[in-house]
Structures are given as structure tokens and as C-alpha cells.
């Protein structure tokens, strides 16, 4: 009751709702709501709602972008150990190649060699069996001609003797 | 009515020995005026100020609640502004007319030293003379009194207006509390721009160019950072998005966010603006009439969406016993009208506490000073004041947000109660 005392006795207006300010409350509440509302506020919500789904977007994007670079590296890795095995296999079976070629060399070279000394061993067998035979015509003229010149002063005037050295000389001759 | 009035003499008010003195020109007679309360255009008495000082005792509570008032001048420190007026009456139809034709009196808070159609500007508000044999047009007024009046058994305070030597009944502008609060319906509705309606004007257009011109740089370029104005506004918005609609309303929330941010912001604004010193403190949002149409616009958005699931916990409460529903549905009837009913109380009550604080504050100065006789009590009470002033402005700023945000809270959660979809009704059929 204290409260309504005091406003029966002193004025005090702001608890009375006036007509007036009713009215022009209503209007301009009423214009800001359904104007300002429509005109403002709706595009605005809307603009930030895109503007979120936009930055969500772009988030998830990245993401997924983010994952596959993690998939790509992965493969990448993935590539670089294969290559590096295959450089390793490479290498390996050049390594061997070369092995087997050097062996392969060196065995051509051994039967080469061996082929060679074989070929030379027949040619010295051959020079030595020509030299052989040479010294044996060496020999051979030199007896002759010892025998020659001894026969010679014992048949300087036999004829028979001549004519049997003369055959004999046709001999070696046709020989 | 007035002539009657004027027999009795316009200072029944004071002791018996002064009722019989004669009738006579108030100008001439420094007792009578002393009882008027807005004596007016009486300069020649300006040496007797001090003597009848002492007889006008400061009254807080009479400056608060003036303040807080609204009314047809805008005042500024000791300046007023005039506002325009547009009143009605049954019998004499519409009166539109600037409220500087009242020849307002810049030093008594804005009393007119005229009447305009048989209105007259009574402390800054419009009121009417009732007597019908007053004259129409201009007519020069002497003062305004207050004076107790006997209507059907009951003493009542009245105004009166003086004006050629005779006191003439004044009424005031129409109000829809029924007599609730000393108000009522009386012969004439007063429509005018007065200085809430003024503010009010100001600030929701000023708000509304601010949103209109950053919806359209939103639409200028979409996507990007927020510039400007978008930067203070952008992250309340999304706060009201976010912390209210969404939690309270659902899924449908992007159908209310108009409703919620005009609630917000108008408020919001409008409970700043009131803080402003020196600037009229148009106590808008302090006005039961302002925070009555923003509750009864929610109450009417509220029960218009109610889904069946709504009514029918209302009138018929599903799965309790029936003897029990027949408690309880008076109670829930009860409940949609207690909604908006604490809706607007609250914010009512919240800013003019806050606005009646401050001016008290700073009253303590002239209660202290006793209105000039004792300076030394004023410049101390000052210091006290001022500190506790701006302490309580400190916290009205912080009450300014905080009512804004509990309006639009409770908005949301009344929406969201109303369009809720209950499925648990269907778990008690089975």
C-alpha cells in the first residue's frame, strides 16, 4: 500500500501507461521489428551464417587437403625406399655382372695363354726340329765336304768316282 | 466547476488564517505566490528569492521523480526544447500545435505561461482544463498550484492552473492502468512527440541506419572480415545467435532472430541513452508503457506459435492424474499472463531504480545544502555524491546489458516452450 500512497501523492507518471507513449511505442517498436528486422537483421544473419559455413567449409577443406598431402608424402616415402631397393638390386647385379665378367675374362685370358704356349711350344718344337734337320744338312754337307775334299785327293782322277758323286749330287739334287 | 474552486481561494492548502485573504493579483502578493507552485514570468521578485527559498523545501523524491517523468519539452540542463503536441478530446477534436506556443518558462522545469485550447503545460506536462467555459486560443496563465481534493469520500491530490485570478481544474492525459496507479481514462488522450517518444525516435533511428548500413556491406562484400560497425556489433549478434536463440529456441531459431534482435537492441540502446547525463535522460525504457508493448508483443508472438503440445500442457496436462490437472491447468492459464506481466515489471522496475539511485545521489548535494543556504554541506556532500553517483552509473551500465539480455532470454525461452515438439507424450500414451 506504501506504493500507492507515495503515487497518489507525488507524480509519478513513468508506472502510468499513457496513451501516447502506447501508441508511438507500438509504431516504433513496429517498424523496427518488421522493417529494420526484415531489411537488417534478416541479411545480416544470413550473411554471417555464410560467412561461418564459408570459413567451415574452407576448414574442412583444408583438412582433407592437409590428409592427403600426409597420403602423398606417405607414397612419396613409399616410392623413395622402392627406388632405393632398386638402386641397391642395381647396383648388386651390375657388381655381379661385373664379377662374372671378369671371371669369364680371366678364364678366356688362361686358355688364351694356355692356347699360346702351346702354339709356341709346337713352333719351338718346329724351329728345333728345322734347326735340327739344318744342322743335320750342315752336318751333312760338312762331312760331305771333308768327305768331299778327302775323296777329292784320293779321286781327282777316277772318274768312276766322279761320275758316282755326280749321280750322287743328282740325287740330292731331285731331292 | 472552476469558478467554485476560485471562491475558495487558491491557497486553501496553508493555514486557515491565509484562505481569507482577498483574491488578488498574485504578483503583488509574495505569500500567495510563495503557495504557487510554478510561480512564473515574476522576475520583479527575484529579491525576495532567498526568503521564499526557504519556504519551497527541496524535495528528492518531487526532482527524481520528475526527472524520470516524461514529458512535452525536452530539456537540457535549464534549457526545454519544445516538442510537438498532438492531443485529443471527445468534444474538441484534435489539437496539433508546438509546445513552445505553452511560452514555456525555462526556469521553473518547463511550466507554460500559457494555455493553448484550454491545455495547459503544467511542469512540463500537457494536462487539460476541464471547465468548458474556458476560453479557446492563447490565454495567459499566472501559476499552477496542487491542491487536495475531495472525490467520493476520498482526498485527492488535483492541479490547478491560475488564470484571470481564477483556479480552473486541470486533468491529465489518458492512461490505461484502470486507476491502478492513480491514473485512468479522462476526456482527452495525449498523442504528442513527447521526450520519451522524441528519444525513443532518435535512438531506434540512429540504431537502425547503424544495422541497415551494415547489412549492406555485408552484401557489398560477402565473406569478408567485419569492418566498421560489424566488428562492436557482429560478435553481440552472434552472442544472441548462439548463447540464446539456439539453446532456447531449436532448430526454428532463425525464424525469431529478428523478433530477438530488435528486442535486444532496442533495449539495449535505449537503456544507454537514459544514462547519459545532461541529455534529457529520457527514462524510456523506465516507462511501464514501453516495456508493457515490448511484453505484450512477445506474449502475442508466444501464443500465436504455440504448437498443440503447448496448449495441451496448458489447458489439459498430459500423464498426471485428472483431479490434479484441475489445478493445475487455472495455474497455467494464470502463468501465460504472469509472463509478460514480470516481463515488463522487471525492466520497468530494473532502469528507473537505477535512474530514481542516481538523481537521489545527487540530490544528497542540495538535501546537504539545503538548497544554497549552507555551501560548505553541499561541497562536501558533493564529493560523497558524485562517487556514489558515478559508482551507481558504473553498475546501471552493466544493469543496461544485463536487462537487455534477460528480456531477450526470457523472450527465446518462452518461444522455445511454445514451439517445442514434446515427445515424451507419446512415450505416456502407450
Given amino acids: ?175 | 466547476m472552476g469558478k467554485t474552486f476560485a471562491q475558495e481561494g487558491y491557497n486553501s492548502h496553508s493555514t486557515p488564517t491565509e484562505t481569507s485573504k482577498p483574491l488578488s493579483s498574485p504578483d503583488q502578493d509574495t505569500e500567495n505566490q510563495s503557495l504557487i507552485n510554478d510561480h512564473s514570468h515574476n522576475d520583479s521578485h527575484s529579491e525576495q528569492a532567498h526568503e521564499t527559498h526557504s519556504e519551497h523545501e527541496f524535495k528528492a523524491d518531487e526532482t527524481a521523480f520528475h526527472h524520470i517523468s516524461d514529458l512535452n519539452v525536452y530539456n537540457i540542463g535549464p534549457w526545454n526544447f519544445p516538442l510537438p503536441c498532438i492531443l485529443y478530446a471527445k468534444d474538441q477534436g484534435w489539437s496539433i500545435f508546438s509546445s513552445s506556443n505553452f511560452d514555456i518558462d525555462d526556469h521553473h522545469h518547463g511550466s507554460g505561461n500559457k494555455a493553448v485550447d484550454r491545455y495547459a503545460l503544467n511542469k512540463g506536462r500537457v494536462m487539460r482544463i476541464i471547465d468548458s467555459s474556458f476560453p479557446m486560443g492563447e490565454v495567459s496563465v499566472e501559476g499552477f498550484k496542487l491542491e487536495e481534493k475531495e472525490v467520493e469520500g476520498k482526498k485527492k491530490e488535483t492541479n490547478f492552473v491560475i488564470a484571470n485570478g481564477q483556479k480552473y481544474e486541470l486533468e491529465k492525459s489518458s492512461t490505461i492502468d484502470g486507476g491502478l496507479f492513480g491514473g485512468g481514462i479522462t476526456t482527452f488522450f495525449d498523442f504528442s512527440i513527447t521526450k520519451n517518444v522524441f528519444g525513443m525516435i532518435l535512438v531506434i533511428g540512429l540504431i537502425s541506419w547503424l544495422f541497415l548500413g551494415m547489412a549492406r556491406s555485408y552484401k557489398r562484400n560477402p565473406g569478408s572480415a567485419p569492418l566498421g560497425s560489424q566488428k562492436l556489433f557482429e560478435p553481440i549478434i552472434l552472442f544472441i545467435q548462439d548463447e540464446v536463440a539456439k539453446p532456447f529456441i531449436g532448430v526454428k531459431y532463425e525464424r525469431y532472430m529478428p523478433l530477438l534482435l530488435s528486442i535486444f537492441f532496442f533495449i539495449l540502446s535505449l537503456n544507454l541513452f537514459g544514462q547519459i547525463p545532461f541529455f534529457g535522460g529520457a527514462n524510456v525504457t523506465g516507462n511501464l508503457a514501453v516495456t508493457l508493448v515490448l511484453a505484450v508483443i512477445v506474449f502475442i508472438v508466444v501464443n500465436l506459435n504455440g504448437n498443440k503440445h503447448y496448449w495441451e500442457h496448458i489447458l489439459w496436462m498430459p500423464g498426471i492424474p485428472a483431479w490434479v490437472k484441475t489445478l493445475i491447468t487455472p495455474i497455467e492459464i494464470l502463468g501465460i499472463f504472469i509472463k509478460p506481466v514480470t516481463l515488463t515489471l522487471r525492466l520497468f522496475a530494473n532502469i528507473i531504480a537505477g535512474h530514481i539511485v542516481i538523481i537521489i545521489f545527487i540530490s544528497l548535494i542540495f538535501i546537504f545544502g539545503k538548497a544554497g543556504a549552507e555551501p560548505g554541506a553541499a561541497y562536501g556532500a558533493s564529493v560523497a555524491s558524485v562517487l556514489l553517483a558515478l559508482f551507481i552509473s558504473s553498475i546501471e551500465l552493466l544493469v543496461a546489458f544485463i536487462q537487455a539480455y534477460v528480456f531477450t532470454l526470457l523472450t527465446a525461452s518462452y518461444i522455445g516452450a511454445a514451439i517445442e515438439e514434446h515427445h515424451h507424450t507419446e512415450a505416456d500414451h502407450h
Fill in chain 1, 1 to 175: 500500500m506504501s506504493l500507492l500512497y507515495i503515487v497518489s501523492w507525488v507524480e509519478f507518471s513513468p508506472i502510468k501507461p499513457e496513451v501516447g507513449l502506447l501508441f508511438w511505442s507500438t509504431v516504433v517498436f513496429a517498424i523496427f521489428w518488421l522493417i529494420i528486422g526484415k531489411l537488417a537483421f534478416k541479411p545480416i544473419i544470413r550473411a554471417l551464417n555464410d560467412r561461418s559455413n564459408t570459413i567451415q567449409d574452407s576448414l574442412d577443406a583444408a583438412k582433407i587437403a592437409k590428409e592427403e598431402m600426409k597420403n602423398l608424402r606417405s607414397e612419396n616415402d613409399r616410392i623413395m625406399a622402392e627406388a632405393r631397393e632398386e638402386k641397391m638390386r642395381i647396383i648388386k647385379e651390375a657388381k655381379d655382372a661385373a664379377n662374372l665378367i671378369v671371371s669369364d675374362a680371366k678364364d678366356r685370358a688362361k686358355e688364351e695363354a694356355q692356347r699360346i704356349t702351346i702354339n709356341a711350344k709346337n713352333e719351338i718344337e718346329n724351329a728345333k726340329m728345322a734347326a735340327l734337320v739344318d744342322v743335320k744338312n750342315q752336318l751333312g754337307a760338312m762331312a760331305t765336304d771333308i768327305a768331299e775334299k778327302i775323296i777329292r785327293k784320293n779321286l781327282s782322277n777316277d772318274t768312276s768316282h766322279q761320275e758316282y758323286v755326280k749321280k750322287l749330287v743328282d740325287e740330292v739334287k731331285m731331292n
